[in-house]
Every structure is written in structure tokens, then in C-alpha cells.
């Protein structure tokens, strides 16, 4: 028919359209190969010189499938999170997984010049502003900005910076900035202009990084470090003008009675074993945490509700159901016989012999036992004649044949 | 009433499913998948056809067993979005024997036809018909019921012409009118009986009645060639076997088929049922008795556990002497038979008894299987016919291999 043949058609378009989205979110996902930044890249663009340089009091690991496995750290406020250039952005669960975190106590030092973080550290009213940073004072390049004699409690000396981003923040605190001949390419054409719009190029001092203010009405609350540029801490970088103490003396003022950091590699793709892992096992972690479980099992719930009412009272088919095929039995509702037909074929032996003699019911009923005898002529069917029962040995199959098969002699 | 297919479950599963998966993953694909599958869901919600205006066409309205008949449905609707579909109920008694009594059709102007056949007597419903008005994409519907019920009378199928041919060999040595020393609705005075309620008032004796006390009417000698009562057997016992082919229908079949023979050559035929209760039809002839003793006999259902005793005491004064009594029964679960045929025969009543083999019918349920329970009631009926024999009757064993016809040539051949 027409109709179900272009309803099978429009069912079969839309199944294609849904495998292939479900399959183009599944293969970018499977294939992306963004090593930059991982701790598990030992070239310049790595972080395994930072990842190395940490010991002592500190347990170092790191995170390939979720930060929201976060969740399950005992101790948050001995345990410093660090994501540093990440390759995508935080979806939504993992910021609310890490906002949770943070406010159980836990430290977090982010890192990016992409904007790619600001799901996260929007969250601590920071947000990088993306666009290079450009300073009067670089190093051979105007590419490697230079921070000059840097003073603070935690860190003193001086940065070489790699193209960096600047940030803002709404609460918290500068803790480093650049030279107020600083200005920012926000259109990306490497030229100073746009001077006079509010988001324009003017030049001044620009913030590299902010802290959180600690919340004085909690205890527990957390510390976040935001960097605008996280390629001082690749290898290449690192170990040039004071950036290694920089890193390390962060570590320091988060964790400064030692504990654990976790660098965030679910953000960067890892090759080999544990890049399989992480594919293989970031979706479905992301489904079962935290509040996505409650979601996963509440439109699990949801989609099988409407299955059972679905299967309750499916639609019924209408089709024609002919009662004309139906049977009915009444005397021979069960075909064996039991101790219960006895009596009747005690009955219908008898008539039998009356009927074969052309007798009648009364002249019948006046023969003596003897008299039956001989006319039965057979011991078994004239013993249960006259008993009324089953000797040992016989069963009522045997009497009915006998009593079928019986002829007057 | 409305109701969703597995489709939209389909559907709705997936748009939740997707949007789910973009609020976890924060992709916007995802979303965008989701909430396109739900937009297009709700627009498809939006396009249901408008109720229909539905008529069917059956060219007739009463036909006899095992002929068919063309059925017609016109549907009409205005909208020219969505689907219909359209089931025209018909009763289980009947099988569609071509095409379907279900069609789905785009809206508009259309029409649908399909044949049914009628195995089984009876009045069978046509319709209602139901009304499914679903969305362009089939995932959900209103239905509705639209009442034009119909009633299609199946008369049991009679085998007239080969009746009448033995039934007017048989009569050939009386020809004609003539009177019979036997109570009839002639003119001429035959005797007096106690009064039943179904007697006119213009044949009460009322100088009898007045002298005994009690109502009496006259009763006059028949001027037909012959009255016959047909007793018949409609208890629930009747019912074994399938549903077209049981001790019941068969018993049907003959006396519609006798029945028409019998009037067609002048002959009254009166009509007794019992099952539940019994029914007292009194010997009736002319033009409209063939009509009343069909619709009787298509209204027969089979329930009740009435005896035959019963029914004979109860119907002896509605009997007139010496009319010849055929009875239907497969002579099963009643104790009271032998009496009830000793009481018929001693009244004077020729009595032949047509049975109908139950236990055949019900050993073909089980496939011909000879089983120890088949044997002992084979055995006690064939006891029962040898008795009701002797006794004066005329006895058939109508098994189930032995069609009407050949019935018939054993009973009048």
C-alpha cells in the first residue's frame, strides 16, 4: 500500500538522519588527537616537566575520562585541581561537579588564553578575555611578553609569558598583571586599533591572574588560581625566567600542607591505552555522575512509563476475530475415565446385556445372579457386574474394551 | 478516546534521549536533533482529519447460511491532512470472506468494499464502525465509535427441493384437501379440552365451561393433508462440536428444510424448543409460516438444562391427538427421556426421533480420538437408542458423516 510504503520511507530517512548525528558526535569525539598541553606529551608543547616537578608532600595523578570523578575525593580540601589549556570546553555537569568541589574546600588552578575555561571560572566571576596580550617588554619576540619584578607573598621574581591572554574578574583579586603599555589584539589583526569602543585595544595594565577572595562565612570553601595563559607551564617554557617557581609556588600556597593534584587530562586527548580508556569510558562516566544520573534514570523512568502505558493499553489492532472455529465439549470433557465413572459403567454394562437379550428393565431386574452369569459368560466382566468395583490387577480401560467388545454368546 | 502508537513512542523517546545527551555533553547538535524531533512531533499532532460522515451499502439484508454478501463503506471527510482509519465491525458469527473490513485511507471522498460470508444462522450485527483519525506521521489518534448498526438475518440453510421431492412421493396416495378424523382448525366439531392461554376466545364452550367450572374450548377436525410438531432440542448440550457444525444446527437445518417442504404442499407445522424455557409454536400453515418458523428457528440459542419430561408435560395440552411429533435431540444428559417418549407414544403421537450423535461430535473436537470416555458413552447412547426403539419409535443415529440430504432419505426416503 502507498501509505505504508512512504510511512516506511519517512521512518527509515529518520533513523538515518539520527544515526548520523548520534555517529558524527561519537567520531569527533573518538578522533579527536589534541596532545597539546597533556601531561603525557614529553615534547615542547607537553606538560611533563610541570607533571614531573611535583613530589614531596605531593601525590600527583591525573584524570583522563572526568573531572567529575571529583566527586568521590574524600579529602577536597587537600586536593588541588589542575586544568591547564584545555581542548574543550567543561560541559555543564563537569562545572557543576567542579563548583561542588570547590565549594567542599577544594583548590583549582585553571589555565587558558582560548576562553574555552570560562564555563568553569565563570563560575569564580573570572573570564578570560581572548585575544593576545601585546607588552612594550618581550623577550626577542613580541610574542614572549615579559613580567618584571613581580612581589607577592607567594611568588617573587619574573615571568616570560608565550602569547598570552589577559582576564577579568568581578570578585577575587589581581595577583599579577602587565606593564600599563600593555594592550590587547581583541580583533586579531596585530595592530592597535579600535581605541575608542569599550571592548577596544587602549592600551594599559591587563591582569594575567586572579585568585578568588576566600568566603568568610565558610570554612570549607575552596581557592581557585585563574591564569590567562597556560603555555608558561609547557615544557618548553617552563624552565625559562622564573615560571617553574611560579608553577611550583602555586602549589605551594594551594596545598600547603601537602595533598593530592590532579591534572585534568579528560581535556586533552591521550593516545594508546589510556587514550582508549578515556574514550571509551568519558560518555557513559558522564551519564551516571552526579545530577546526570538523576537525569539518565529520571528520563529512563520516563521513557518507560510511556512504554508500560503503551503496553497496558496498546491500541488494538483491529482485526476481525471469527468465534465460527470455537469447539465446545460436554460429556466427554475429560476423555479418561476415573473411579467416578464406576457407577455409569456399571450402568451401561448391564443395559448392554438387557438390550442384547431384547429384555425389559423389569424382567431384567428380576434375573438371579447365577442366571446373569451365564448370560454374561465372561468371570472379569461378571465379577464387576455384580461388585460394582475393580478387582486387583484390572482398571476401568481394561472393562470399558471388555464391555465394548462384549457380544451376547 | 485517544491513544499513541509505538511509534510515538519511538518518537518521544528519542527527542528526550537527545535532548538529555546535549544538556550532559553541552552539544548543541544534539539539542538541535532533539528539539526538531519534538517540533516535528507536535506539528504532526496538529494535522488530525475531521470526523468523517460514514455510510454503508449491503445490498440485502437477509440471506440463508453459507451465502455471501457485499458489503460498501463510504467515507467522506473534508481535511486533506492526516489519516483514517476505518474499521467496520461486523458480528464474530460472520467471516470476511473477501478484502478487508478494515482499510486506512487518506482523507476525502473515499470508499472501501468487502464480502463477508455467513456460516452460522443467526442475527448478527453490522457495525458499529470504528474511527481512528490519526496524524500525518500515524503517532496518535482519536477514536470513536459512529452508530449505524445494522442487523443482517442469517436464516439456517434449508435443503427445500429435495425435501419437498420426498415429502410429495410420500403424499401421493392422498392427494388434496381431505378431513382427517384428527384435531385441526377445520369447521366441523371433533371434541373438547381443557383451555390454554394461546387458544382464541371464540372456541371457548362457555355452556361447558359454565357446567364444569373450568375454561373449555372445542376443538375441530383438521382439513389439511398433515400436521407435524417438530420438538426440538436447544438445551446447552446441544452445543458440542464446532459452532457451525453441532447437534443443534443440524437439527435446525432438517426442520427448515422439512418445514419449507411440509408448506409448500399444504401441510401445518408447529414447533417446540426447549433449553432454558421452553416455547410452544401451535401448528401453523399459509404464506407467513415459512417467514415466523425461519426467524424462530434463526433466534434458537442454545442454553438451559430443561428435561424432555418437562417439556412433554408441559406441552401435552397444547399437542392435538395422534399429530405425528419429529424430535431433535442428541438424546444426552437427561434422565428423564425414556419416560418423556414413553408418555408421547402412549398419547398416541407417532414419534420419530432424529438424534443428532452428540459424542461423535464432541470425539471430532478430539480429532477422531477413540478414548476410554467416548467408548463408555457411545455405548450408554446406543443403550438408549435400542431402548427407545423397542419402545416404538422411530430412531436415527444422525452421525456426523451423514449429511442433511442423506438424513432426509433415511427419514422420508
Same mark, same amino acid.
Given at each position: 500500500?502507498?501509505?505504508? !510504503?512512504?510511512?516506511?520511507?519517512?521512518?527509515?530517512?529518520?533513523?538515518?538522519?539520527?544515526?548520523?548525528?548520534?555517529?558524527?558526535?561519537?567520531?569527533?569525539?573518538?578522533?579527536?588527537? %589534541?596532545?597539546?598541553?597533556?601531561?603525557?606529551?614529553?615534547?615542547?608543547?607537553?606538560?611533563?616537566?610541570?607533571?614531573?616537578?611535583?613530589?614531596?608532600?605531593?601525590?600527583?595523578?591525573?584524570?583522563?575520562?572526568?573531572?567529575? +570523578?571529583? +566527586?568521590?575525593?574524600?579529602?577536597?580540601?587537600?586536593?588541588?585541581?589542575?586544568?591547564?589549556?584545555?581542548?574543550?570546553?567543561?560541559?555543564?555537569?563537569?562545572?557543576?561537579?567542579?563548583?561542588?568541589?570547590? !565549594?567542599?574546600?577544594?583548590?583549582?588552578?585553571?589555565?587558558?588564553?582560548?576562553?574555552?575555561?570560562?564555563?568553569?571560572?565563570?563560575?569564580?566571576?573570572?573570564?578570560?578575555?581572548?585575544?593576545?596580550?601585546?607588552?612594550?617588554?618581550?623577550?626577542?619576540?613580541?610574542?614572549?611578553?615579559?613580567?618584571? %619584578?613581580?612581589?607577592?607573598?607567594?611568588?617573587?621574581?619574573?615571568?616570560?609569558?608565550?602569547?598570552?591572554?589577559?582576564?577579568?574578574?568581578?570578585?577575587?583579586?589581581?595577583?599579577?598583571?602587565?606593564?600599563?603599555?600593555?594592550?590587547?589584539?581583541?580583533?586579531?589583526?596585530?595592530?592597535?586599533?579600535?581605541?575608542?569602543?569599550?571592548?577596544?585595544?587602549?592600551?594599559?595594565?591587563?591582569?594575567?591572574?586572579?585568585?578568588?577572595?576566600?568566603?568568610?562565612?565558610?570554612?570549607?570553601?575552596?581557592?581557585?588560581?585563574?591564569?590567562?595563559?597556560?603555555?608558561?607551564?609547557?615544557?618548553?617554557?617552563?624552565? !625559562?625566567?622564573?615560571?617553574?617557581?611560579?608553577?611550583?609556588?602555586?602549589?605551594?600556597?594551594?596545598?600547603?600542607?601537602?595533598?593530592?593534584?590532579?591534572?585534568?587530562?579528560?581535556?586533552?586527548?591521550?593516545?594508546?591505552?589510556?587514550?582508549?580508556?578515556?574514550?571509551?569510558?568519558?560518555?557513559?562516566?558522564?551519564?551516571?555522575?552526579?545530577?546526570?544520573?538523576?537525569?539518565?534514570?529520571?528520563?529512563?523512568?520516563?521513557?518507560?512509563?510511556?512504554?508500560?502505558?503503551?503496553?497496558?493499553?496498546?491500541?488494538?489492532?483491529?482485526?476481525?476475530?471469527?468465534?465460527?472455529?470455537?469447539?465446545?465439549?460436554?460429556?466427554?470433557? %475429560?476423555?479418561?475415565?476415573?473411579?467416578?465413572?464406576?457407577?455409569?459403567?456399571?450402568?451401561?454394562?448391564?443395559?448392554?446385556?438387557?438390550?442384547?437379550?431384547?429384555?425389559?428393565?423389569?424382567?431384567?431386574?428380576?434375573?438371579?445372579?447365577?442366571?446373569?452369569?451365564?448370560?454374561?459368560?465372561?468371570?472379569?466382566?461378571?465379577?464387576?457386574?455384580?461388585?460394582?468395583?475393580?478387582?486387583?490387577?484390572?482398571?476401568?480401560?481394561?472393562?470399558?474394551?471388555?464391555?465394548?467388545?462384549?457380544?451376547?454368546? | 478516546?485517544?491513544?499513541?502508537?509505538?511509534?510515538?513512542?519511538?518518537?518521544?523517546?528519542?527527542?528526550?534521549? #537527545?535532548?538529555?545527551?546535549?544538556?550532559?555533553?553541552?552539544?548543541? #547538535?544534539? #539539542?538541535?536533533? $532533539?528539539?526538531?524531533?519534538?517540533?516535528?512531533?507536535? @506539528?504532526?499532532?496538529?494535522?488530525?482529519?475531521?470526523?468523517?460522515?460514514?455510510?454503508?451499502?449491503?445490498?440485502?439484508?437477509?440471506?440463508?447460511?453459507?451465502?455471501?454478501?457485499?458489503?460498501?463503506?463510504?467515507?467522506?471527510?473534508? =481535511?486533506?491532512?492526516?489519516?483514517?482509519?476505518?474499521?467496520?465491525?461486523?458480528?464474530?458469527?460472520?467471516?470476511?470472506?473477501?478484502?478487508?473490513?478494515?482499510?486506512?485511507?487518506?482523507?476525502?471522498?473515499?470508499?472501501?468494499?468487502?464480502?463477508?460470508?455467513?456460516?452460522?444462522?443467526?442475527?448478527?450485527?453490522?457495525?458499529?464502525?470504528? /474511527?481512528?483519525?490519526?496524524?500525518?506521521?500515524?503517532?496518535? &489518534?482519536?477514536?470513536?465509535?459512529?452508530?449505524?448498526?445494522? =442487523? #443482517?438475518?442469517?436464516?439456517?440453510?434449508?435443503?427445500? *427441493?429435495?425435501?419437498?421431492?420426498?415429502?410429495?412421493?410420500?403424499?401421493? =396416495?392422498?392427494?388434496?384437501?381431505?378431513?382427517?378424523?384428527?384435531?385441526?382448525?377445520?369447521?366441523? &366439531?371433533?371434541?373438547?379440552?381443557?383451555?390454554?392461554?394461546?387458544?382464541?376466545?371464540?372456541?371457548?364452550?362457555?355452556?361447558?365451561?359454565? *357446567?364444569?367450572?373450568?375454561?373449555?374450548?372445542?376443538?375441530?377436525?383438521?382439513?389439511?393433508?398433515?400436521?407435524?410438531?417438530?420438538?426440538?432440542?436447544?438445551?446447552?448440550?446441544?452445543? /458440542?462440536?464446532?459452532?457451525?457444525?453441532?447437534?443443534?444446527?443440524?437439527?435446525? *437445518? &432438517?426442520?427448515?428444510?422439512?418445514?419449507?417442504?411440509?408448506? =409448500?404442499?399444504?401441510?401445518?407445522?408447529?414447533?417446540?424448543?426447549? $433449553?432454558?424455557?421452553?416455547?410452544?409454536?401451535?401448528?401453523? $400453515?399459509?404464506?407467513?409460516?415459512?417467514?415466523?418458523?425461519?426467524?424462530? @428457528?434463526?433466534?434458537?440459542?442454545?442454553?438451559?438444562?430443561?428435561?424432555?419430561?418437562?417439556?412433554?408435560?408441559?406441552?401435552?395440552?397444547? @399437542?392435538?391427538?395422534?399429530?405425528?411429533?419429529?424430535?431433535?435431540?442428541?438424546?444426552?444428559?437427561?434422565?428423564?427421556?425414556?419416560?418423556?417418549?414413553?408418555?408421547?407414544?402412549?398419547?398416541?403421537?407417532?414419534?420419530?426421533?432424529?438424534?443428532?450423535?452428540?459424542?461423535?461430535?464432541?470425539?471430532?473436537?478430539?480429532?477422531?480420538?477413540?478414548?476410554?470416555?467416548?467408548?463408555?458413552?457411545?455405548?450408554?447412547?446406543?443403550?438408549?437408542?435400542?431402548?427407545?426403539?423397542?419402545?416404538?419409535?422411530?430412531?436415527?443415529?444422525?452421525?456426523?458423516?451423514?449429511?442433511?440430504?442423506?438424513?432426509?432419505?433415511?427419514?422420508?426416503?
Amino acid at each position: 500500500m502507498n501509505i505504508d !510504503r512512504s510511512r516506511r520511507i519517512w521512518m527509515l530517512i529518520f533513523i538515518c538522519l539520527l544515526c548520523l548525528l548520534v555517529a558524527s558526535e561519537v567520531i569527533s569525539l573518538m578522533m579527536r588527537d %589534541d596532545t597539546d598541553l597533556s601531561v603525557e606529551e614529553e615534547g615542547r608543547t607537553g606538560l611533563s616537566k610541570a607533571f614531573t616537578s611535583l613530589g614531596g608532600d605531593h601525590t600527583v595523578s591525573k584524570v583522563l575520562t572526568s573531572p567529575a +570523578l571529583l +566527586l568521590e575525593e574524600e579529602d577536597p580540601s587537600r586536593t588541588l585541581f589542575i586544568s591547564i589549556g584545555p581542548q574543550r570546553e567543561y560541559t555543564a555537569t563537569e562545572v557543576h561537579t567542579l563548583d561542588k568541589f570547590y !565549594r567542599r574546600g577544594g583548590k583549582l588552578l585553571l589555565a587558558d588564553d582560548t576562553g574555552r575555561i570560562n564555563s568553569l571560572s565563570g563560575r569564580f566571576d573570572i573570564t578570560i578575555i581572548p585575544g593576545q596580550l601585546y607588552d612594550e617588554t618581550f623577550e626577542g619576540h613580541p610574542d614572549l611578553v615579559k613580567i618584571d %619584578d613581580i612581589d607577592l607573598d607567594l611568588f617573587t621574581g619574573f615571568l616570560l609569558l608565550n602569547r598570552p591572554s589577559s582576564l577579568i574578574f568581578s570578585s577575587g583579586q589581581g595577583i599579577i598583571r602587565s606593564s600599563p603599555a600593555s594592550w590587547v589584539d581583541r580583533n586579531g589583526n596585530g595592530v592597535m586599533d579600535n581605541l575608542t569602543s569599550a571592548q577596544g585595544e587602549a592600551p594599559g595594565p591587563r591582569y594575567i591572574a586572579a585568585i578568588t577572595d576566600p568566603d568568610p562565612s565558610s570554612t570549607e570553601q575552596g581557592n581557585v588560581v585563574v591564569l590567562s595563559d597556560p603555555s608558561i607551564f609547557m615544557n618548553d617554557m617552563i624552565d !625559562r625566567a622564573d615560571n617553574m617557581d611560579l608553577f611550583l609556588s602555586l602549589v605551594r600556597f594551594l596545598l600547603p600542607d601537602g595533598g593530592k593534584v590532579v591534572f585534568d587530562e579528560s581535556v586533552h586527548s591521550t593516545t594508546g591505552i589510556p587514550g582508549l580508556v578515556q574514550r571509551g569510558s568519558s560518555i557513559p562516566l558522564l551519564l551516571i555522575t552526579d545530577v546526570n544520573l538523576k537525569i539518565v534514570v529520571g528520563t529512563f523512568i520516563t521513557i518507560t512509563l510511556f512504554a508500560f502505558a503503551y503496553l497496558q493499553e496498546p491500541p488494538a489492532v483491529h482485526r476481525h476475530v471469527s468465534v465460527l472455529d470455537r469447539t465446545g465439549v460436554a460429556e466427554i470433557v %475429560d476423555p479418561g475415565l476415573y473411579d467416578g465413572d464406576i457407577t455409569e459403567m456399571r450402568k451401561v454394562f448391564l443395559d448392554r446385556v438387557r438390550v442384547a437379550y431384547g429384555m425389559s428393565s423389569e424382567a431384567f431386574s428380576g434375573l438371579t445372579w447365577d442366571e446373569l452369569g451365564s448370560m454374561i459368560d465372561n468371570d472379569t466382566l461378571y465379577d464387576f457386574a455384580r461388585s460394582g468395583s475393580l478387582k486387583k490387577g484390572i482398571d476401568l480401560n481394561n472393562i470399558i474394551v471388555g464391555v465394548s467388545t462384549w457380544a451376547r454368546a | 478516546m485517544s491513544g499513541f502508537s509505538s511509534r510515538a513512542i519511538g518518537y518521544s523517546s528519542a527527542s528526550i534521549v #537527545l535532548i538529555v545527551l546535549s544538556v550532559v555533553m553541552s552539544s548543541r #547538535l544534539f #539539542l538541535i536533533g $532533539g528539539l526538531l524531533c519534538l517540533a516535528v512531533m507536535l @506539528l504532526s499532532f496538529s494535522f488530525i482529519p475531521a470526523r468523517p460522515r460514514i455510510e454503508r451499502d449491503v445490498e440485502r439484508n437477509q440471506i440463508f447460511e453459507s451465502e455471501t454478501l457485499d458489503v460498501g463503506v463510504r467515507v467522506d471527510t473534508r =481535511q486533506s491532512m492526516g489519516n483514517l482509519e476505518i474499521y467496520d465491525r461486523i458480528s464474530p458469527g460472520l467471516e470476511v470472506r473477501d478484502s478487508s473490513n478494515c482499510a486506512m485511507l487518506p482523507p476525502g471522498k473515499r470508499f472501501f468494499r468487502y464480502e463477508i460470508e455467513a456460516p452460522l444462522r443467526g442475527y448478527h450485527p453490522l457495525g458499529p464502525t470504528s /474511527v481512528r483519525r490519526w496524524d500525518p506521521m500515524w503517532l496518535w &489518534f482519536l477514536e470513536e465509535e459512529i452508530d449505524n448498526t445494522e =442487523q #443482517l438475518t442469517v436464516f439456517p440453510s434449508m435443503e427445500a *427441493r429435495r425435501a419437498k421431492e420426498m415429502l410429495v412421493l410420500r403424499a401421493k =396416495q392422498r392427494p388434496g384437501e381431505m378431513r382427517l378424523r384428527r384435531v385441526g382448525m377445520g369447521k366441523e &366439531f371433533h371434541s373438547i379440552r381443557d383451555y390454554t392461554p394461546s387458544d382464541p376466545f371464540n372456541t371457548i364452550n362457555w355452556k361447558a365451561t359454565a *357446567r364444569t367450572g373450568k375454561l373449555l374450548v372445542n376443538q375441530f377436525e383438521a382439513e389439511s393433508v398433515t400436521d407435524i410438531m417438530f420438538l426440538l432440542d436447544a438445551r446447552m448440550v446441544t452445543r /458440542v462440536g464446532t459452532m457451525v457444525d453441532n447437534p443443534l444446527e443440524r437439527s435446525i *437445518r &432438517f426442520i427448515a428444510s422439512v418445514t419449507a417442504g411440509l408448506l =409448500q404442499t399444504s401441510n401445518r407445522v408447529g414447533l417446540i424448543i426447549y $433449553g432454558s424455557t421452553v416455547s410452544v409454536f401451535k401448528p401453523m $400453515g399459509g404464506p407467513s409460516a415459512l417467514p415466523t418458523i425461519l426467524h424462530t @428457528l434463526t433466534n434458537v440459542t442454545p442454553s438451559g438444562y430443561n428435561t424432555l419430561g418437562a417439556t412433554v408435560s408441559y406441552s401435552l395440552s397444547y @399437542l392435538d391427538p395422534n399429530v405425528p411429533v419429529i424430535m431433535f435431540s442428541p438424546l444426552s444428559e437427561d434422565p428423564t427421556i425414556k419416560e418423556a417418549v414413553k408418555n408421547l407414544i402412549g398419547r398416541g403421537h407417532p414419534l420419530t426421533i432424529i438424534s443428532p450423535s452428540g459424542v461423535e461430535f464432541e470425539r471430532g473436537v478430539y480429532l477422531g480420538k477413540l478414548t476410554p470416555k467416548y467408548l463408555l458413552k457411545r455405548l450408554s447412547r446406543e443403550n438408549l437408542l435400542t431402548d427407545l426403539h423397542s419402545m416404538g419409535a422411530r430412531v436415527l443415529d444422525w452421525t456426523p458423516d451423514m449429511d442433511l440430504t442423506r438424513a432426509l432419505e433415511e427419514v422420508w426416503g
